[in-house]
């Protein structure tokens, strides 16, 4: 059982690791669009794609400190990844009606969204079996 204090170090680590993939996210879809001219859903996803290895590790290491099964935990990780993409599609279909210019607008929603839905999933599902917590 973990104690309030490791709930707050866990939720600090959470947020280093998740922040650290949201800027370079952010980043990395914005320059996509606006210096090399990708597509608003395009960079969107492949943007997505390319922290998603970053994003595990970072996790599993440091923030859950997870002595699971790491390929049982790649999998479960990939799943609800597929639910954070879902979310990105949404967002993307919502906001093609708007200009080009506000795609910052769609990844800031993205940017959002999405580390709020992975913590969750990764405490109650993707890491729940790491062993003993920290």
Same mark, same amino acid.
């Given at each position: 059982m973990l104690t309030a !204090?490791?709930? =707050?170090? &866990? %939720?600090i680590r959470f947020g280093l690791v998740g922040g650290a993939n949201t800027v !370079?996210?952010?980043i990395l879809?914005? !320059? %996509? =669009?606006?210096?090399?001219g990708v597509? &608003?859903?395009l960079s969107a996803y492949f943007a997505y794609a390319l922290i998603l290895p970053f994003s595990f590790f970072g996790h599993r290491r440091f923030?859950? &400190?997870?002595r699971g099964n790491a390929m049982s935990e790649w999998v479960r990780f990939c799943v609800m990844q597929g639910v954070c993409l879902s979310i990105i599609a949404g967002v993307n279909a919502f906001s093609k009606h708007?200009?080009?210019s506000l795609s910052w607008v769609a990844f800031a929603a993205i940017s959002f969204l999405i580390p709020v839905i992975n913590f969750l999933m990764m405490q109650a599902w993707v890491f729940a079996t790491r062993g003993k917590a920290s």
């Open positions: !204090a490791n709930k =707050v170090h &866990r %939720l !370079a996210y952010f879809a914005n !320059a %996509l =669009v606006y210096i090399i597509q &608003r859903e923030t859950f &400190r997870s708007y200009p080009a």
